[in-house]
């Protein structure tokens, strides 16, 4: 794995953080002092636009990271309840059916079980998919149990066609007696035979393989009796996660069992066991004890664990299969329109042969800016901005690639923003005023600062209200350019008029200065 730290950008660079602030007591304005800007880490993101990517809650040293979003099941018009266990307490699915009206393609909310864990403990270090995984514990009697809600699978009195049960399994030991999942149900005279019939439906551990038991589910036409079970052909590994599928096709009555994507055993829902015979279907009993648990006697973790009324494809998705994604960062404000951007650093995780490429813009706009916009431009941690890099929003986007076997995601940590603000120059110092006849010759010293463009004097006839009219050179404010002495004439003599002068540099939006100190003077037709 690799880790790209944040580093110092260059020797140079830190000379400048330790001398400069020197030279700026003597030079002032002619040095830019830098400052930086963390985003990750204690200081968070801020607002992301995400495109499959996430936030990984606890991620370097405890913060938020960002890395792809995995493949996580999501829920569709088949699922009939899907576990993340990303979280305790757990909240039951929310399954999408569609309409029983012809034509209608509204679809709507539903809960399908009630969810009652006990001793489930959360664990985000062992997992396959989303944050988190639930931990079993065997000596803790952790169990989950479900109760189902009328449309569910498991709700009493349900006719099953096609079905599929799978989960990601990662046993601490492969002892006998460990319970994946378990159901008991009773069938009520007239549904199965004249007489009320047991039902139960098992996926345990037997012998450190995992065996499937199907006792009075699937339903002979004649009421005989009838059972099913399948077993893995290999041995269970103990500490290590494996995708554990088991599915039905009411077509064929094929009932197939297979481990990470591959056939463990096959049978069939008929006295033959074979394809050309009849197929039974499953049917859960009206009577029973209405409940559904996971976990009993388990020691290990669950994750991902999903229950379809479809026959789901074969194979477990890759945690990042076809999947790259980006993340936008909501511009980063550099205060002044003409701030220099010095360098970009950042922390990050590459695992294997993933990658995570950098874009930015910078300029005057803060408006969203899409991913497929073709003015990103590529940059690489570390590197040195050319000076003419200037600007006051930054924007931020960052593409996270898998790994070559689509097994591992990059991750983000953190991002560092250097730059020098273009702070507005200091205010003019020195202002006199010298009165004369309808005029005002006004002076001032030159302000340090190489952006410097120019200067506007404002001026009225009550303290701090510059709103004045009366100078032929125009009304109050009046640009001068860079110049440091300026008369202003057709005032009107015996008027006391007030004074400031204000500096402003080379931006593109020019910044100003602070008022310098308030002169006033009153013009006098009778000074020689």
Request: charged share 25%; hydrophobic share 35%.
């Amino acid at each position: 794995m690799k880790r790209h730290r944040r580093s110092g950008i260059s020797a140079i660079l830190l000379f400048a953080r330790l001398y400069v602030p020197i030279l700026v007591l003597f030079c002032p304005g002619l040095f830019a002092l830098e400052e930086e800007i963390v985003l990750g880490r204690e200081n968070g993101w801020g607002p992301l636009h995400h495109y499959n990517t996430e936030m990984l809650e606890r991620g370097f040293q405890g913060y938020s990271d960002i890395m792809l979003h995995d493949a996580a099941y999501s829920r569709d018009e088949y699922t009939d309840l899907l576990l993340h266990f990303d979280s305790i307490p757990l909240s039951p699915s929310l399954v999408r059916k569609k309409s029983d009206v012809p034509g209608e393609v509204l679809w709507t909310e539903q809960r399908y079980y009630t969810l009652k864990p006990e001793g489930i403990v959360p664990d985000s270090n062992s997992k396959v998919f989303g944050s988190g995984s639930a931990m079993f514990d065997r000596s803790s009697s952790s169990l989950l149990k479900l109760v189902p809600l009328p449309g569910s699978l498991f709700y009493p009195g349900t006719d099953w066609r096609d079905f599929t049960i799978e989960f990601w399994l990662y046993p601490a030991e492969t002892e006998s007696s460990q319970k994946i999942l378990n159901w008991n149900g009773v069938t009520l005279p007239g549904e199965w035979g004249e007489r009320p019939r047991s039902q139960s439906i098992s996926c345990e551990i037997s012998r450190a393989r995992l065996t499937w038991r199907f006792d009075s589910v699937f339903r002979p036409h004649d009421a005989s009796s009838f059972s099913l079970e399948l077993e893995g052909s290999r041995e269970l590994m103990p500490r290590r996660w494996h995708h554990h599928m088991l599915r039905f096709d009411s077509r064929t009555g094929l009932v197939e069992y297979l481990i990470d994507g591959t056939v463990e055993d096959i049978a069939y829902a008929n006295h033959q066991n074979r394809e050309t015979g009849t197929v039974f279907l499953p049917y859960l009993g009206s009577a029973g004890n209405r409940q559904l648990s996971i976990g009993e006697n388990l020691s290990g973790f669950l994750d991902e664990f999903r229950i379809s009324s479809a026959f789901r494809e074969s194979g477990p998705p890759a945690p990042y299969k076809n999947m790259d994604g980006t993340v936008l960062i909501n511009p980063v404000d550099l205060q002044f329109g003409a701030s220099r951007l010095v360098s970009i650093e950042s922390s990050y995780e590459t695992p294997d042969d993933s990658d995570i490429f950098f874009f930015y813009q910078l300029g005057d706009s803060h408006f969203y800016i899409p991913p497929d916009d073709p003015n990103w431009k590529a940059f690489t941690p570390g590197d040195i901005f050319s000076p003419d890099t200037r600007g006051r929003y930054l924007h931020l986007m960052a593409a996270l690639y898998p790994d070559g076997k689509e097994q591992k995601s990059p991750v983000l940590s953190d991002i560092t923003i250097i730059y020098e603000p273009d702070l507005p120059p200091p205010p003019p110092s020195g202002l006199q005023a010298r009165p004369e006849d309808g005029a005002v010759l006004l002076t001032w010293e030159p302000v340090p600062d190489p952006d410097l463009e120019g200067y506007r004097i404002y001026y009225g006839t009550a303290p701090g209200r510059y709103f004045g009219q009366d100078s032929s050179e125009g009304p109050s404010p009046i640009d001068v350019g860079n110049t440091t002495e300026f008369l202003l004439s057709g005032l009107r003599n015996g008027r006391l008029y007030y004074f400031t002068v204000v500096a402003y540099d080379k931006s593109p939006r020019p910044y100003q200065t602070l008022f310098s100190v308030e002169v006033s003077a009153r013009p006098n037709g009778r000074l020689e």
